[in-house]
């Protein structure tokens, strides 16, 4: 999947289990985290930041970890 912005995107709980990105966080991710969608704000190499539709900060995740929305 090409991840460009604008996007809108869901993290693959299974690439993001036990990945850098999941040790750096804590450990208690909330339900939105996996089971809703976000959009990518911006694209930098092999990393994208995601925002979510909640009043949360944005997060950096590898673009293998994310999958397309509908």
Known sequence: MAVKKGSMVRIVADKFAN???AKASDPR???????GTG???E????????????PAPTVWLRVDQLEASK
């Open 39 to 41: 959009e990518v704000v």
């Open 19 to 21: 990945s850098l990105e």
């Open 43 to 54: 694209v930098k190499g092999e990393y994208a930041q995601i925002k979510f539709r909640v």
């Open 29 to 35: 991710l909330p339900p939105y985290v996996f089971e």
